[in-house]
């Protein structure tokens, strides 16, 4: 048992698929959100106590639960930045949807979004399904990231307004993280179909190549998430639609940009290594959340309408 | 019948009785021996030793041996008591029945040791498996607190981890792991978020998660954990510590701002293009392949289609050819006619216009054809297409009757007339040419010639064909 373990510490079945469950910083309560089958949307709070997971709040709404209409279809991705003083800049919520927009929200404006990023006119549109902000390491600096059905990751920079790299992967893309979202950006995950996911070495841009990219194969199904351990950006977990969860470990190259014959510079990627894998389920997991608190200390939930309270030990020695 | 042998010799103890026998010679593999505990047989073909037991014997306890070419018996007495014969006297039957007695007691005896023996068997084989179940509890069992065991230990962890104690926190981990403190946040939460030293030489990284802000009270420093497997060099402690100390610095003066949040955005709009993709489905490697696949056999589809645009070409040249028609252009439309033929060959219309183009450039033979044609598509007769079968019957008619077949033209205009009895010229006509066959045939002309026809035939033949021009430049539409 030297290796780190991925063990569920409790199990609790729910009466409807939770889409996504978070923790709240600084407890140990997790929120979990929804639907129920007879189509109304579910927001319950759980508490880890006594090894089970008590049910704290419970709310039900005839529709989703909404404060603006954002979208004209379904929010496929959400992501947040800055909220709570925490890192620099405006705080911000970014969305992205099926009607392929993705719109930056600013909460000091409440009725419209700041920014909106859509298809040229008369382009075809494509869902977006997964946003991540990145880069907020100033007060001006932002770069969004937003993954599409059809492959497209394209990196928004939002200092200049434009889009700042865009790149195609072949599978739609599922997921998409910086390791971390407040510092010059370091990495980003990628989680696609076809059981791949990329990791994108961010330092060294080119202008022509892009970032360097290192692919991995994992989960033998749809990668849906992957996420970096709040403590450790080099540690991070991804999950799969067989119900596995998978711990990879990423380890930098010798030199992290390398000099081309034209003499512009390319980054360099490293590899990830695999420490443990593990099958909880055999229906996707779908969302997974590091506590920011305890390190090893998770929640998944997945479309089995369970959620699993999810421990990861030994990271400390990793 | 073997032969009984008798010379024996016994002797007895208060225990045993030693029993002799000579073996004539016989090799020892063919001595059967039979025991019960009152019987005993010893048969070497061909001789064979009979005893009935006066007392019972112990045969399990009981041995024999083959040496030096006798036998000799160690029978275990069961009662010690002194036998003064070793065989009883016996009449033949009483000597049968015993002797089918012992047979059956050797039987019961048998089938009793080989039960004993899978009893045995089975016994043994469920010995081992309970022992393979009970060691794979064990396994799991231990396995089980294992587990446990990390879980709690996880948890307790829990307790140490208070990023209150701080300074703790070296005590409480693992000798391993080096760590390194360095400063990182302010009071405001605003994480350091510039890294110190990455530069891709494998030095240590400084990760933060701004969530950890949260944690936080006084902007204590907090430990670092660094990433073990990648270090190749290490920057020197002095450097270090001026770095450290530029970052006192930064925190300091960050104290002494107000932060400032950045203004809203101004509602602005980032134009994207997607790289294309036919399908509304999200895209997959695996299924590439097939989407090639039909995407190329749609384009081949597609321009195949174009040559043949079957209807619309149709249609378009039967337009063409009634415009023509009408414009007097009649070999125009004979061709127009052709082509829509050659598109749709079963559109009995335009059999029809052909035959009145025909007609008009007085190709009275293609008429004619061209009419039965018409003719042959449009049965059944019904109701519907009585006004195409009267033109067709109607041209027909008129070319016969040009051609100077009276008989086959009246035949056809009296079709007509009966197809619309209430047609007055029509019925003037079919008169007309009744009269005419009757005058031909009075004048003897029954010449079928074309142009001969009389010049009462020719100027009928006009005059119906004027008098029918109208009718037969109706064409269909």
Known sequence: MEKPQILVYVEKSLNYSAFDVKWIPRSAKVVAIGSHPQGTGALQVYEMTEGDLKLLHDVERPKALKCVKAHNEIVNAIDGIAGLNIGKGAPEIATGSRDGLVKVWDPRQKDRSVITIEPKDGEQRRDCWSVAFGNSHSNDDRVLCAGFDNGDVKMFDLRSMAVKWETNLKNGVCSLEFDRKDILMNKLLTTTLESKFFVYDLRTFHEEKGFAKQVNKGHKSTVWCGRHLPQNREIFVTTGGNGSVMLWKYSYPDSRSKKLDDGSEIGVVGESKPLQNATLTDQPITSFDWSPDKMGLSVCSGLDQAIRIVIVTKLNTV | ?477
């Open chain 2, 1 to 477: 019948m073997p032969i009984h042998v008798t010379d024996y010799t016994w002797q007895q103890t208060s225990e045993k009785i030693l029993l002799s026998l000579d073996l004539h010679q016989t090799s020892p593999k063919n001595v059967d021996i039979v025991t019960t505990n009152s019987y005993l047989k010893v048969s070497f073909l061909p001789y064979i030793f009979e005893a009935f037991l006066c007392h019972m014997i112990n045969a399990d306890q009981s041995t024999a041996q083959i040496m030096k070419g006798q036998i000799k018996f160690d029978l275990a007495k069961e009662d010690h008591v002194h036998w003064s014969d070793l065989c009883l006297k016996l009449s033949r039957e009483e000597m049968q029945n015993k002797r089918q007695e012992a047979i059956k007691d050797v039987e019961e005896q048998e089938k009793k040791s080989k039960s004993k023996k899978k009893r045995s068997v089975i016994a043994v084989k469920d010995l081992l498996s309970l022992e393979q179940i009970s060691e794979d509890d064990k396994v799991r069992e231990e396995r089980k607190k294992l587990i446990e065991r990390e879980k709690t230990d996880f948890l307790k962890q829990t307790i140490e981890d208070d990023p209150q104690n701080n300074q703790t926190q070296d005590a409480t981990s693992k000798p391993d792991i080096r760590r390194r403190i360095s400063s990182m946040c302010s009071e405001d939460g605003t994480a350091v978020a510039q890294e110190m030293d990455y530069d891709g030489d494998g030095e240590d990284s400084i990760y933060y998660s701004s969530t950890e802000n949260l944690h936080l009270k006084n902007g204590n420093v907090k430990i670092d954990k660094v990433d073990n497997g990648n270090r190749k060099q290490r920057k020197s402690s002095s450097i270090r510590k001026a770095a450290l100390k530029d970052k006192e610095e930064k925190r300091k003066e960050e104290k002494k701002k107000v932060t400032t949040v950045p203004p809203v955005w101004e509602n602005c709009i980032i134009k994207v293009k997607h790289t294309t993709r036919v399908f509304p489905t999200p895209s997959r490697e695996s299924t590439q392949a097939e989407e090639q696949q039909w995407l190329t056999s749609q384009s081949v589809h597609s321009s195949a289609a174009k040559d043949f645009s079957s209807e619309s070409s149709e249609e378009h040249l039967k337009k063409k050819a009634i415009s023509l028609f009408s414009n007097g252009d009649y070999r125009g439309c004979v061709n127009a006619c052709t082509e829509a033929l050659k598109v749709n060959p079963c559109m009995s219309s335009l059999y029809s216009n052909r035959a009145a183009a025909n007609l008009a450039l007085n190709n009275l033979h293609h008429t004619i054809n061209d009419c039965t044609k018409a003719l042959e598509l449009l049965t059944p007769p019904t109701e519907d297409n009585s006004k195409s079968r009267l033109l067709c019957h109607i041209r027909r008619g008129t070319a016969f009757v040009r051609l100077g077949l009276l008989s086959e033209g009246l035949a056809e205009y009296q079709a007509a007339h009966q197809i619309t009895p209430e047609n007055k010229t029509l019925k003037k006509d079919v008169e007309k040419i009744q009269a005419m066959i009757t005058t031909s045939t009075d004048s003897g002309d029954s010449n079928e010639d074309d142009s001969g026809c009389g010049e009462d035939g020719v100027s009928v033949g006009f005059h119906i064909r004027t008098r029918l021009g109208g009718k037969t430049s109706y064409l269909e539409q």
